[in-house]
Every structure is written in C-alpha cells, then in structure tokens.
C-alpha cells in the first residue's frame, strides 16, 4: 500500500517527466509492479491521438440511424454504409456500434390493486409429457387467479383449443361460485382468432361463454407479461411448491393431488396486502362481489361435423371412432368432451339423434370400435371377420402386431389365429391376454399353445370376491367346521 501522495508523484514521473518504471521504483523506493498498478500495465501515451479508421466519414450517420432505431443490427448498418460508399470491416463498425448505441430505457412500473369481484387473470404453464399407452403428449396446466384475494384453481389438460378453455373457466366458475367482471388472457391462439394493433378479434366460442356468464374478455399487450403478473406469480408458485419432485401418473391423478394442495396449501397462506388475513379469509369476502352463475352452467363440448367414411368410423383428433353400419356416408355432429365423443344424426327425431357414444381417447392413431356396431356387418360379409378381428386385437390387446408377424413369418394361416385369439380375448378379457401376449414376447416365443396356457395361469391367480347376499334373519355369518370323518359311516 502506498499514500495517495506517492501515487501522485508516480504519476508525475512517469507522464511529465518520462522516467522509467524501474527508475521510479528505485528512486522512491517502491515495489515495480506497484509502479505498473499506478500507471498501467503499458502505459498510456500522452497526448496520443486516436488512429482515424474507414468509419470516420459515416460515424455521425451511425449515430443518426441509432438514436431513430436503437435497436437495429449492426449487420444491416452495414449493408446500408456499403451502399453509401463503405469499405471497412463489419469488427470495426461492431465496436464503435458498442460504444454510441443509446442504452434502453428502463420501464417503470405502478403497483396496482384491483376491486373485489373485478378481475381473474388466466394462463397455462407447460408441465412436461404425459404418456398414454403408446402416445406421448404435453402436459399443461389451466391457471386462473382472482387478482383481489389472490385465491387460484388449476387443472391439469392435454389440450389448449377453445373448448379446452372453456371446458376449464365454466368449472372454474363453478369452483369460486361465480365470475369476475373481466377476464385476462394473454394473446393465445385459443383466445385471439386475429389481432391488429388494439382491433381485436376474439374466438366466437370464448364470446358465447362470456356472454352467457356476463363477463368481458381482455387481452395484455403483446410482450407485456407483467399486465398480468398475479397468475405469473401463480404459475412460478405452483411450479417450485407442488410441481417439483412429483411425477403425474395421469391427468386424473394429478387433478386430485393439485385440488388437495389448493384447499390445503394455497388458500391457508397469508394475502400478500391484507396482513393478518388469509387467502381464504379474503376469498369469502370477494365471494359476495363475484356475479352469480346461471342455474344451468353452459355446455363446453367441442361440436364439429364430421363425415363417416363407407367402412362407418369417422375421424377426430387422428383417432377413428366407430358408428353403426345404417350411419356410414352421412355427415354426423360430433360432440367431444374431455371425457367422452358422442355422434349425433340430426336427420332423426330429436329423442334418438345419438347413434354412438365412446370414451374419449388421448392416445393417437387409435382405432376405438364397440363390438355391437360390427355384429350385423360381420355376418353378412364373413370375409371381413378375418380383419375385424386384428381391428378388435389392436384396439384392446397391445403388441398383438408384434405376434401376429411372428405368425405369418412361420407361414401360419391368420386367419384361424385372429380367430383363436379372439375367444381367448371373450374367455380371459383384455387385460389378461394382454399381460400374456406381453409375457410370451419377452420370452422370445410366439407359440399359440404357450398363449393359451399364459392366460390359465393368470385367470387361475386372479381370485375374485364374489358378492354373498345373507337374509336378513340370519345374524350369525361365522361357520363352525366341523369334523367330516364320520360321514363315509
């Protein structure tokens, strides 16, 4: 360490007077890098004048360009000096670009409050990849929060489309027992059909809903996520204290973990502006304010019409849905559900328009057929048995493909294996056969035989509690054992 004097005067000899580093440190008696700290590691040169470059006759041209576009790439500055007469390089032009752009303005933001019962903000959140059979599709997670109480509802879905959206805000309202007078989205494609500048137009289904429930629809400006902060705040709260370290199984499972947080978790934690209060002390309050539900809540299926091919399936979501035979080359509605696809002939009395009804499936490139539909087909046509039956095979037996090559590798007739393998599937049921078929392929085999004998060996360990219905007289249900030896007498 050295006085500030000393640095002074190190400072003198070596740009005033010229001396050397070493003769400085040896004349004040200091150590020689303490003379190179002072004074640089090279020394600047006094009254050195800067080295003029290519770019001197452009600089106040750069300096103009960036101050109207502060923001602009210094690759396209220099295509637009090239064309002025340019002929430096694009390193020179990046440093100077470096030195004069205009630093960005920082914005300033104004906390805000909103009024009970005044506004719920919504977004979704990416929750990793679900798999479902042989299918592998996002997980998100529906987000909405009542920006006064800051009180949140979330479910987890495997879609983003508009009925997915309103499928979750008509169980959100019914969630909190009413609405709030605005609800913020951001600029998702489920919600904005097209947007320009502040002209907007929104999806007609989110429309409908809102009109039935009386509430408006309002967006965030584009890349301004902070217009609706509390559900961001939301989403990162969820994330790092119920998403992390979980594994959802599936989408019901979750539904019901993430509803028992809700209750438990996120409405006992103190309001981050009313202290002492509760998220759920504030959320009674807000109750009262929120506006009321109709006695009827409105319907949220997706309704599309779709045709059924000649073979009677229609198409939905790569997925083939399976109709009655009558119903093939006609155009049917289509009413989906997140849990179920119902069809529909608008051509028959309005008490027997629902032709089929299935089990939604999230899987893809599924092919769901209820037997009934293919009875009546079958019989008539007996060719067709042969490949109705992979079609039942591969909708319940999974890996049955993998079996069935095995089969026409070693030249046998499918046909009578299809059919053999149908009555084991009628004796055992799917999820037997299942387990069997998947057993006798890690097994490397594909004997029909060693099928058959897999699905006994399952059904015989299966025990199964059948329902024993006692009279009501009889109080007593213990039977005493007794000792059988006398009966051959």
């Not at 070493?22 to 590691?41: E, M, N, S, W």
């Not at 934690?269 to 002390?281: A, F």
């Amino acid at each position: 360490m050295i006085t500030p004097e000393q640095e002074a005067e190190i400072r003198r000899l070596f740009f005033a007077e010229h001396w050397k580093r070493g003769t400085i440190a040896a004349q004040l008696g200091v150590h020689p890098d303490v003379v190179k700290r002072v004074v640089g590691a090279l020394g600047p040169k006094p009254n050195a004048a800067p080295a003029s470059t290519l770019l001197d006759p452009y600089r106040e041209f750069v300096r103009d360009t960036l101050e109207q576009y502060p923001r602009l790439r210094a690759t396209r500055l220099l295509v637009m000096l090239q064309a002025r007469g340019y002929t430096g390089s694009v390193r020179t032009l990046r440093r100077y670009v470096r030195a004069v752009r205009p630093a960005p303005r920082k914005e300033v933001f104004v906390r805000t409050e909103a009024l009970p019962g005044e506004q719920a903000q919504i977004d979704w959140a990416h929750a990793g990849k679900l798999r479902l059979g042989t299918t592998e599709r996002p997980l998100w997670l529906f987000v909405i929060v009542l920006k006064y109480s800051r009180a949140l509802w979330a479910e987890f879905v495997l879609d983003l489309g508009a009925a997915s959206l309103c499928r979750s805000l008509v169980r959100a309202a019914a969630y909190f027992e009413g609405v709030t007078r605005q609800w913020l989205f951001d600029n998702a494609k489920s919600v904005v059909v097209d947007r320009n500048g502040d002209v907007v137009r929104f999806h007609t289904m989110l429309l409908e809903l809102s009109a039935t429930l009386l509430t408006q629809p309002m967006l965030c400006r584009v890349r301004q996520p902070q217009e609706k902060g509390s559900v961001e705040r939301a989403i990162r709260y969820l994330r790092d204290s119920f998403l992390a370290a979980r594994h959802i199984h599936s989408v019901a499972h979750g539904n019901a973990q993430l509803l028992d947080f809700i209750e438990h978790v996120t409405l006992e934690r103190p309001h981050p502006v009313l202290h002492g209060k509760t998220v759920r002390d504030v959320l009674l309050e807000e109750k009262s304010h929120l506006l009321s539900l109709p006695d009827q809540l409105p319907a949220t299926d997706e309704v599309l019409s779709v045709p059924a091919d000649k073979t009677a399936f229609v198409r939905f979501d790569t997925n083939r849905y399976s109709v009655p035979s009558r119903s093939a080359n006609k155009i049917l509605t289509l009413a989906a559900s997140d849990t179920s696809v119902r069809l529909l002939d608008g051509d028959r009395p309005l008490d027997d328009q629902l032709v089929a009804e299935h089990p939604r499936c999230w899987e893809k490139k599924r092919t769901i057929e209820a037997p009934e539909h293919r009875r009546q087909l079958v019989a008539h046509k007996r060719a067709a048995a042969e490949n109705k039956g992979r079609d039942r095979l591969r909708a319940e037996v999974s890996r049955i493909d993998e079996l069935l090559q095995h089969w026409a590798d070693d030249g046998r007739f499918i046909g009578s294996q299809v059919a053999r393998t149908c009555k084991l599937l009628d004796l055992y049921g799917p999820r037997i056969l299942t387990e069997a078929v998947h057993e006798l392929l890690e097994r490397r085999s594909h004997d029909f035989g060693a099928l058959s004998l897999l699905c006994e060996k399952r059904r015989k360990t299966t025990v199964v509690a059948l329902p024993l219905d006692i009279a009501p007289h009889v109080h007593e249900r213990d039977v005493v054992q007794h000792d059988l030896g006398g009966y051959d007498d």
